[in-house]
């Protein structure tokens, strides 16, 4: 079936829906920085682990990032490569498995570092070992998703690291990034080379984690280049690792939804849709933001009295999701058109930390998930039953 990419009219149910093409300009501009950079860059799957997609994502790169025993095994069987794992506590369970599927192991805290490590290299003898460490550090404002928080869980401050690693640590693990810049990069790293670099001589490799959003329209990617380069200069023995997980999936494609009611309470106009922002959109409550809508624009509101005047306007609704939660729903958007039930509700970007988070709260039909191919072919990858959801009741 072929469709329209700007209005999606052939379709008439829930989709995410990932633009192959979109996907391929994403996957290009990573490739260019790994070159120009001479560093290796991996896929985080906490933010896109669509395993069918997995063929195409072999053409840029050659390895995955995991951070559980289920992230660990897809990347080994499915992408094909063991894959470089983080895990804030590992455990007995599962700590051999994770070790089998892993080329590279990095422990949160010397603790685990001590409790794992020979049992780590009795399983894979030639795994590299890293310590995730904490610069103390970060410009991540939200603080869901500030991984150097006061109290964080996260990594080791410099001053409890011992001046002599451990012979077989061979690498530092560093994330400290959300959806940043390069300009964001390159302050932190200041801080990271300050507090850390005393221990570069006896390490192999770096990874500076996530959150380099290098695929967003104003990222300065020759900033990020010379910023990489300059590293290397200063530190030539050093393999340098990162592992976005959002700049692969960004603005890949987006998340198709159908008006099924429009309803009114005092004033204020809501049109009812047949996907949920808490099931099929978490982080748009969790964070929160607004997704785009297409053909819509959101307006500000941040009080009652500002979201009445709001629905004075013409065109201006709340869209809610179809779970029970009273809080699922999100407003206010202002369209150039009186909404009808049937038609399409177009979500922007919907491609990453969408389906990894996705859950079927409620019993709600999950959408399907689709691909449209260069030639504007859609084929679906994954249609959702009510098999799926009693699964999960098990």
């Not at 985080?44 to 995955?64: C, Q, S």
């Not at 159908?258 to 978490?282: I, K, W």
């Amino acid at each position: 079936m072929k469709v329209n990419l700007s209005t999606f009219s052939e379709l008439h149910e829930p989709v995410y829906v990932l633009e192959e093409e979109r996907l391929r300009r994403n996957l290009s501009l990573i490739r260019r920085v790994v070159h120009d950079a001479d560093v290796e860059i991996i896929l985080a799957f906490k933010a896109y682990a669509l395993w069918k997609t997995f063929p195409i994502f072999r053409e840029y790169i050659h390895a995955t990032t995991a951070s559980s025993l289920y992230e660990a095994r897809l990347g080994y069987e499915e992408f094909g490569a063991q894959t470089h794992t983080f895990s804030p506590a590992y455990n007995d369970q599962e700590i051999d498995a994770i070790a089998r599927c892993s080329s590279h192991l990095t422990f949160n805290s010397l603790s685990q570092y001590e409790r794992y490590h020979t049992r780590v290299r009795e399983v894979h003898s030639s795994i590299s070992l890293g310590l995730r460490v904490n610069p103390e550090y970060s410009e991540v404002e939200t603080l869901l998703y500030n991984p150097c928080a006061p109290g964080t869980r996260f990594g080791v401050i410099a001053d409890k690291i011992p001046l002599r690693l451990p012979a077989d640590i061979e690498g530092f693990h560093c994330h400290t990034l959300c959806e940043s810049g390069a300009d964001v990069f390159e302050r932190t790293l200041q801080h990271i080379e300050e507090k850390f670099s005393c221990w570069f001589p006896q390490l192999k490799w770096i990874n500076f984690g996530g959150g380099h959003l290098m695929t967003r329209k104003d990222y300065d990617v020759d900033r990020l280049i010379r910023i990489l380069r300059d590293f290397h200069r200063r530190y030539p023995h050093l393999h340098v690792i990162l592992e976005p997980g959002s700049a692969f999936g960004w603005q890949t494609g987006p998340l198709i939804a159908q008006v099924v009611d429009v309803v009114e309470d005092r004033g204020y106009r809501t049109a009812v849709l047949n996907v949920s922002f808490t099931c099929h959109m978490p982080d748009c409550l969790e964070m929160p933001y607004h997704p785009a809508v297409r053909n819509a624009r959101i307006l500000e509101y941040g009080n009652a009295e500002q979201e009445l005047q709001n629905m004075q306007r013409p065109h201006v609704y709340r869209l809610g999701g179809c779970s029970c939660l009273s809080g699922d729903y999100m407003g206010d958007w202002q369209f150039d058109h009186e909404l009808e039930v049937g038609e399409n509700i177009i979500f922007e970007d919907m491609l990453h930390y969408t389906t990894v988070k996705t859950n079927m709260f409620n019993g709600i039909t999950h959408p399907s998930i689709a691909i449209v191919h260069p030639q504007g072919n859609l084929e679906w990858l994954r249609r959702y039953s009510y098999e799926d959801y009693k699964t999960r009741m098990d």
